[in-house]
Every structure is written in structure tokens, then in C-alpha cells.
Antibody, heavy 124, light 107 residues
Framework: HLQLLESGPGLVKPSETLSLTCIIS??????????WGWIRQPPGKGLEWIGS???????RYSPSLQSRVTISEDTSKNQFSLRLKSVTATDTATYYC????????????????WGQGTMVTVSA | DIQMTQSPSSVSASIGDRVTITCRAS??????LAWYQQRPGEAPKLLVY???TLQSGVPSRFSGSGSGTDFTLTISNLQPEDFATYYC?????????FGGGTKLEIK
């Protein structure tokens, strides 16, 4: 069955770029209708949607992060990525990658399978 | 943005009890509403989508209902593994938004 695993540095300096990769195992999504998202959770707080990537790489981002975020996919490597530039301490959070639920021909925009999450701290 | 408001923010209950959690949207999300369970130290788990459809493998003691702006998640016959935090999420329009969470604790 499909599993997701976030990979990337646990510590990023302020003003630098946070880069995370989600590695997909248990299946290949090349040529398949798989769609993906990133969600984050600051320590002790709730969930925040960052963005999602859809058919042929089309993306949607949270307006509050849109100017700083890029989500991309590499089907040949069975992975997709998150880049968040110009980070500050408020970007400190656990970052989750997730597979979006597809119901029949439609993307349900809910998150069906989650990675275990990776904690990223922004600090000098 | 559509604001999602959950109530209560926390609730205490006993094993075997029935609990209802409410989620209200600031505007209609039709039936595009999902519920998640998050245990401490774990990733969220999808329980319900499209307001009332149980995700595969989720026990039938969980049920979701509602449409428009008002939704509920009901857990019957509470089990020890059900004590967790629950989140709703609207999937009607971008940006996708989550409720603030409801923490279910053992009484």
C-alpha cells in the first residue's frame, strides 16, 4: 500500500529557504491520477493547508503563503517537493505531505494518506 | 477564506459514551466537509469525507452528518483509542481550511 515519507533538514535559518521532499513508496504514480498536498502544524496548534498539486502539475496555494511557496513533482523519482522561501520563526512547524482523495473521476480535496510528518525549526 | 469553527474546543467523556462534535462554516460548503482524527505524536487520519461518507477501514461507531454550514461528527460507544483531537476541513473552495480542533479527553 502507498506510504509517504517527508525528508529534509530539521533546522533552517531565518530568511533562508525551507526545502522538503515527500518520497512515495508502495506504488508508482507516473501516469496515474494521484494528487498531492502539503499541510503544516505549528507546535501545539492546529492544521494549516499550504498547497496542493494536481493534474499535469497544476498547483493551488494558500494565499497567505503564495508569494513564498512552490510545490513541484518528479514522477520519475516518485516524489514531490515543497519549497518555502524567506522563512521566519512563524514557519516553525511539523510539515506533512499527503495524498489527496480521489472519488471516481473527481478530486475530493481531502487528505487520504499522510506522511508521518517532519518537524522544521526556523532559528539562527 | 471560509472560516471553520469547531465546538466544543475540548470535551471529557467516558468509555462507552456517545459524543458529538460540531463544525460550523462561515459560508456554505455544501457537503464538501471532511473529518480527521489526530492522536498525540501522530499524523491526522481521515475519518469521514463528503460530510457523511466513512473512509474505508474506519469503525462504524463514527458517523458524520450535515450540509451547508453545520456539520456534526458523532462517536458512539467510545473506545480508549478514540481519545484524540478531531479536526474538520472544508473542501468546497480554496484555500482549504481546517477547524481549530476538538480535544476529546477521558473523564
Amino acid at each position: 500500500h502507498l506510504q509517504l515519507l517527508e525528508s529534509g533538514p530539521g533546522l533552517v535559518k531565518p530568511s533562508e529557504t525551507l526545502s522538503l521532499t515527500c518520497i512515495i513508496s508502495g506504488g508508482s504514480f507516473a501516469g496515474s491520477s494521484y494528487y498531492w498536498g502539503w499541510i503544516r502544524q505549528p507546535p501545539g496548534k492546529g492544521l494549516e493547508w499550504i498547497g496542493s498539486i494536481y493534474y499535469r502539475g497544476s498547483t493551488r496555494y494558500s494565499p497567505s503563503l503564495q508569494s513564498r511557496v512552490t510545490i513541484s513533482e518528479d514522477t520519475s523519482k516518485n516524489q514531490f517537493s515543497l519549497r518555502l522561501k524567506s522563512v521566519t520563526a512563524t514557519d516553525t512547524a511539523t510539515y506533512y505531505c499527503a495524498k489527496m482523495l480521489v472519488v471516481g473521476p473527481r478530486v475530493a480535496d481531502a487528505f487520504e494518506i499522510w506522511g508521518q510528518g517532519t518537524m522544521v525549526t526556523v532559528s539562527a | 477564506d471560509i472560516q471553520m469553527t469547531q465546538s466544543p474546543s475540548s470535551v471529557s467523556a467516558s468509555i462507552g459514551d456517545r459524543v458529538t462534535i460540531t463544525c460550523r462554516a462561515s459560508q456554505s460548503v455544501r457537503s464538501w466537509l471532511a473529518w480527521y482524527q489526530q492522536r498525540p505524536g501522530e499524523a491526522p487520519k481521515l475519518l469521514v469525507y463528503e460530510a457523511s461518507t466513512l473512509q474505508s477501514g474506519v469503525p462504524s461507531r463514527f458517523s458524520g452528518s450535515g450540509s451547508g454550514t453545520d456539520f456534526t461528527l458523532t462517536i458512539s460507544n467510545l473506545q480508549p483509542e478514540d481519545f484524540a483531537t478531531y479536526y474538520c476541513q472544508q473542501a468546497d473552495s480554496f484555500p482549504l481550511t481546517f477547524g481549530g480542533g476538538t480535544k476529546l479527553e477521558i473523564k
